[in-house]
Structures are given as structure tokens and as C-alpha cells.
T-cell receptor, first 114, second 113 residues
Framework: DQQVKQNSPSLSVQEGRISILNCDYTNSMFDYFLWYKKYPAEGPTFLIS?????DKNEDGRFTVFLNKSAKHLSLHIVPSQPGDSAVYFC?????????????FGKGITLSVRP | NAGVTQTPKFQVLKTGQSMTLQCAQDMNHEYMSWYRQDPGMGLRLIHYSVGAGITDQGEVPNGYNVSRSTTEDFPLRLLSAAPSQTSVYFCASRTQGINSPLHFGNGTRLTVT
């Protein structure tokens, strides 16, 4: 059973426009959410996170929104740049101390057209 | 500052062969883990360790062994390779701090024929 779902496998946007990447989860015990970005032939790199006590976290061009009642989060990139073209993974965890583990979605491939 | 280093970058094995994927980190992170990435499957946790001498299973542990004799190293052993283990393997580490993010290596692409 997939606990973190990224239902859209790909997204294409024009440079300068907003990119909105969506993620849904089913486990109500998840209390911390992260987005990772991955370029080909590289490992994923941490992008931004949000705790369940917040509904928004912003870092430069990247903003993550969390809707706990809907078990939904989204990553907004404004403005989108060609260098943002990558695979984006949504991940979630429920804090259980040292053993806290991340559950990842399948990823969304973002293409930003110049 | 090397971060998380994985070797080799590429490997081809025949069915039944064994090998060890190496992972080392220089950030003094207590927590280390192995993931595999398959098309359409995202990243799935194989094994993890919260410190030297302590390991535990993740979501897909079958066919893999791990050990953690030092803080820096966390090798992943394939005992008898199978085509189903063809994948890209990522090692990752983090501190034990609450909600600290994982730092990933650049992966090992393994093909089992």
C-alpha cells in the first residue's frame, strides 16, 4: 500500500511561470514532510521541509503548503527556471526517535521550458 | 567535504554472484541507510542503522545484508544476486536530530544478468 502518492508522473511549465507539484499521503501518523530534488546520475538533495504544526514554509522561490485535513501537500516554485528541471520526490515521516524513517513517493519529473 | 561517498558507480553481475556496495560518510552522522530506486517505484528503504553495531530492516530487506562496524562505513552486501536486484542503490545519512534531512550519495547502478 503506497502511503505517499505523487499521482502525476510529469509536469511541464514555461520558464518564469509557477510550478505546482502535488503529493498526497494516507498515513495520519506522518508529522514531517520533505521535498527532495534529483538530477540524473546524482543522488537526491534536500530541498525544503514542513512540520505538521505548520501549514506553510517558504525558502526563496520554493514554498511548501500542507493541508492536514486533506492529507495533501504541494510544492510551489515561483518563478520556475530551466535549472529546476529534475525529478522531485515527496517524502514523509512519523517521528519515532532515532528510528524515524522516510517514506518516499514515486517522484514527479518537472520540465521547465525556456 | 566529501559527504556521502558510494563505490562503485556502476557494476554488472551475473545471477548468483555476490558483491558489496560500499558507502562512507565523513559528517559523523549516526544514522545511515540504503535505498533502492526502481522505475515507477520511487525510493524504497532496504536497511538502516542508528549507530555502530546497530542495524535494522527496512521495507525491502530480502537478499541484502548490512553491518555497521564504524560510524563512517555502512556496506551493503548482495549474497546471491538476482535480476530483480537490478536497480540504482543510494546510501544516505543524517544526524539523529529531530527531523534532520537525509544526505544522499550519488548512487551505484547495478545490473544483474
Amino acid at each position: 500500500d503506497q502511503q505517499v502518492k505523487q499521482n502525476s508522473p510529469s509536469l511541464s511549465v514555461q520558464e518564469g511561470r509557477i510550478s505546482i507539484l502535488n503529493c498526497d499521503y494516507t498515513n495520519s501518523m506522518f508529522d514531517y514532510f520533505l521535498w527532495y530534488k534529483k538530477y540524473p546520475a546524482e543522488g537526491p538533495t534536500f530541498l525544503i521541509s514542513i512540520s505538521s504544526i505548520k501549514d506553510k514554509n517558504e525558502d526563496g522561490r520554493f514554498t511548501v503548503f500542507l493541508n492536514k485535513s486533506a492529507k495533501h501537500l504541494s510544492l510551489h516554485i515561483v518563478p520556475s527556471q530551466p535549472g529546476d528541471s529534475a525529478v522531485y520526490f515527496c517524502a514523509a515521516s512519523s517521528f519515532t526517535g532515532a528510528n524515524s524513517k522516510l517514506t518516499f513517493g514515486k517522484g514527479i519529473t518537472l520540465s521547465v521550458r525556456p | 567535504n566529501a559527504g556521502v561517498t558510494q563505490t562503485p558507480k556502476f557494476q554488472v553481475l551475473k545471477t548468483g554472484q555476490s558483491m558489496t556496495l560500499q558507502c562512507a560518510q565523513d559528517m559523523n552522522h549516526e544514522y545511515m541507510s540504503w535505498y533502492r530506486q526502481d522505475p515507477g517505484m520511487g525510493l524504497r528503504l532496504i536497511h538502516y542503522s542508528v549507530g555502530a553495531g546497530i542495524t535494522d530492516q527496512g521495507e525491502v530487506p530480502n537478499g541484502y545484508n548490512v553491518s555497521r562496524s564504524t560510524t563512517e562505513d555502512f556496506p551493503l552486501r548482495l549474497l546471491s544476486a538476482a535480476p530483480s536486484q537490478t536497480s540504482v542503490y543510494f546510501c544516505a545519512s543524517r544526524t539523529q536530530g529531530i527531523n534532520s534531512p537525509l544526505h544522499f550519495g550519488n548512487g551505484t547502478r547495478l545490473t544483474v544478468t
